[in-house]
């Protein structure tokens, strides 16, 4: 081989990372840097950046899917330039949607004899916006006929106090009244003796969850839908459910068939569920429906070009990339019902081991052992039996990786304090047994410990609760 004279500026590319300039100044963090900077040294900053992160398969806070196959991924980055919103640039990506929306109508039981109908969203929390403005316009138009004064108060949306906060957040920017039902020790979920006690002529409708955030408790859709059966019967002042099942929906249907909480109902007439929690699709897509077409408000639904003709549209957002929704309807393609079937109830399975295994602890009374919802809730059987707290536990937890959290329960129940366990398809089970040896190491050292950091008295939400 011979050699000749080196272009040293166009190796000046190969200088290492961390001998480059960029890299060994401070760039500025609150406003754009003057020049540009060599791709491989931006991406080297910014991974650098997220270093001190944790790790998201260590996360038992969410509820948020931390992993898909590579061959999800790989379809999912390939996808991120399609604007979803966009029917006629991408409609072979309209028509996946339109797939999923039957997919999900068909597992929860839609009629055959109305027409659903149904949209992606960018998470639950939009969906559950959608379904709380149709329920409020709905709600207008009934009221109107009756000769109710629309405009003598604010209409209200009954729902139990262990409401996620996109519920708050959507009765505040609606204008519209937020009555909890409180929980209290006998009722972790919606107290049904007394739902109806907060109902009334500017009720715009009754949210019953499937999935409680703080517990992972299931409200009795089926119980509930026979008491607004009664009091549809008497009263000329119709009320409707919702149910939340962001948590829920995606899984029930799997790990519980028998469960009656969906259309199924004759008073359930929307739904929204999370595709980025057990539909087992990364942040942030999310799915709500209608059981007929007559329960969406027409002044809702806006028309978009779709191939020379229209598309109704309800979604909040606009432009977003599609990515996540072709990744559910890859894992719809993937799994089929069987697979998400199988990996749900190896979930479940590994929530009920967990359950077991810290319920032998002797130190702590579990609140929820993931019977439902793979949610695994315990507080301290007597927090005076020892020096430490929740909180103390969650930093030694974190001390191995692992995000716990511990918080209060909501009001009410507000001064106890408890610590859950969210079970996803990735915590396999040697995970689970790893968590459960650093948790008796935890413990171990926490009893022997001359410091602990948390005050007794405090009350207060230490990591991610929803």
Request: glycine share 6%; proline share 4%.
């Amino acid at each position: 081989m011979l050699y000749g004279k080196e272009n040293r500026e166009e190796a000046a590319y190969l200088d290492p990372i961390f001998g480059s300039n960029s890299e060994g100044c401070d760039l500025p963090k609150y406003k754009l840097n003057q020049k540009s900077v060599e791709p491989r040294i931006a991406y080297q900053l910014v991974q650098d950046e997220l270093l001190d992160e944790g790790n998201a398969r260590l996360n038992l806070a969410t509820f948020c899917q931390t992993y898909m196959e590579p061959e999800a991924e790989k379809l999912m980055s390939q996808t991120l330039a399609k604007n979803a919103i966009d029917k006629s640039e991408y409609p072979r990506t309209a028509e996946l949607e339109n797939r999923c929306v039957n997919m999900i109508g068909d597992l929860w039981h839609a009629q055959a004899d109305e027409k659903f109908i149904g949209t992606s969203t960018i998470g639950s929390s939009e969906a559950c916006m959608l379904g709380g403005m149709a329920m409020k316009f709905a709600w207008r138009k009934r009221a109107e006929k009756l000769g109710v004064d629309i405009h003598a108060r604010k209409p209200n949306l009954v729902i139990s106090s262990g409401y996620q906060v996109c519920w708050e957040k959507f009765c505040v920017y609606w204008d519209v009244e937020l009555r909890e039902v409180p929980l209290d020790s006998k009722h972790l979920s919606l107290n049904l003796d007394h739902v109806m006690d907060y109902v009334d002529e500017y009720t715009i409708g009754i949210v019953g969850i499937l999935g409680i955030t703080y517990t992972g408790r299931y409200d009795n859709i089926a119980e509930l839908n026979e008491i607004v059966e009664e009091h549809n019967r008497n009263t000329p002042h119709k009320v409707y459910i919702h149910v939340d099942a962001a948590s829920g929906g995606l899984y029930a249907p799997f790990v519980e068939p028998e469960l009656i909480w969906d259309f199924q109902l004759n008073n359930v007439v929307s739904i929204n569920a999370s595709g980025h929690k057990y539909g087992l699709v990364y942040p942030g897509v999310g799915w709500v429906l209608w059981r007929d077409q007559k329960f969406l408000p027409e002044e809702l639904v806006f028309k978009v070009s779709y191939l020379g003709g229209e598309l109704p549209t309800m979604a909040i957002n606009f432009s977003h990339s599609a990515a996540q929704l072709i990744g559910q309807y890859y894992n719809f393609v993937r799994y089929g019902f069987e697979g998400y079937q199988e990996i749900h109830q190896k979930t479940h399975k590994v929530a009920q081991y967990l359950a077991d295994a810290i319920a032998a602890c002797d130190r702590f009374e579990l609140i929820n052992d993931g019977s439902h919802l793979p949610i695994v809730c315990y507080k301290l059987k007597d927090p005076d039996a020892q020096e430490w707290t929740l909180y103390d536990l969650a930093d030694r937890l974190l001390m191995k990786g692992w995000q716990v959290p511990a918080y209060p329960l909501p009001k009410n129940l507000d001064q106890q304090v408890i610590q859950r366990l969210v079970i996803r398809a990735d915590l396999g089970m040697n995970m689970a047994c790893d968590y459960v040896q650093d948790m008796q190491a935890a413990i171990h050292d926490l009893d022997r410990a001359h410091l602990v950091y948390h005050e007794k008295k405090t009350i207060k939400t230490y990591g991610f609760t929803h």
